[in-house]
């Protein structure tokens, strides 16, 4: 039993991991392009903003759950050009990569993890009963059965920050 919560523990913290470098990449690209609204996670517009502002056809590159942008320069006659991409421009396609990746870590730990939450939120009668069989003194019981109560209130809160993540990282694929 210890081993599930602990599993779930573990899956969980790489989930909040890959959201919090997600919330990362998305907060330096949105820097990068001078947004002042940081907080939000959306990104559109720092797309609008290198479509204004360079020299470059600009499209993002879907394949999957990863995503990339790419950039090729343009000449006055709206040729593509052979030239490399400034540095300000690598560190904006660096985060696109860092996005993609994030976010499509964040999606899929967080259906395992989901899998695993609902099992344990299911199978709570049964543990109740394992801790009754397990416990020798009606004090230890007591510590069991508390414990018990806090893992799954830790359960709780878990799937519902898990579902939090999940659906802002779903959300960068609008």
């Given at each position: 039993m210890?081993?599930?919560?602990?599993?779930?523990?573990?899956?969980?913290?790489?989930?909040?991991?890959?959201?919090?470098?997600?919330?990362?990449h998305?907060?330096?690209?949105?820097?990068?392009?001078?947004?002042?609204?940081?907080?939000?996670?959306?990104?559109?517009?720092?797309?609008g903003?290198?479509?204004?502002?360079?020299?470059?056809?600009?499209?993002?590159?879907?394949?999957?759950?990863?995503?990339?942008?790419?950039?090729d320069?343009?000449?006055?006659?709206?040729?593509t050009?052979?030239?490399?991409l400034?540095?300000?421009?690598?560190?904006?396609?660096?985060?696109?990569?860092?996005?993609?990746?994030?976010?499509?870590a964040?999606?899929?730990?967080g259906?395992?993890?989901?899998?695993?939450?609902?099992?344990?939120?299911?199978?709570?009668?049964?543990?109740?009963?394992?801790?009754?069989?397990?416990?020798?003194?009606y004090?230890?019981?007591?510590?069991?059965?508390?414990?018990?109560?806090?893992?799954?209130?830790?359960?709780?809160?878990?799937?519902?920050?898990?579902?939090?993540?999940k659906?802002?990282?779903?959300?960068?694929?609008?």
């Amino acid at each position: 039993m210890d081993q599930r919560f602990t599993d779930m523990a573990e899956i969980f913290n790489e989930q909040q991991e890959h959201y919090e470098a997600l919330v990362g990449h998305i907060r330096r690209l949105k820097q990068s392009c001078d947004s002042t609204d940081v907080d939000n996670l959306a990104f559109a517009e720092c797309i609008g903003t290198i479509r204004k502002e360079q020299t470059y056809r600009v499209s993002l590159k879907m394949k999957g759950y990863d995503f990339s942008l790419i950039l090729d320069p343009v000449g006055p006659e709206g040729e593509t050009e052979e030239e490399p991409l400034p540095p300000s421009l690598q560190r904006v396609q660096n985060e696109f990569r860092g996005i993609s990746g994030s976010a499509k870590a964040t999606v899929s730990k967080g259906a395992k993890l989901l899998q695993l939450i609902d099992w344990l939120l299911r199978s709570d009668s049964q543990m109740v009963e394992q801790v009754k069989g397990a416990a020798e003194t009606y004090q230890e019981q007591g510590r069991l059965n508390d414990n018990l109560e806090e893992n799954i209130k830790e359960v709780r809160r878990a799937k519902e920050l898990s579902q939090r993540y999940k659906k802002q990282a779903d959300e960068v694929y609008t």
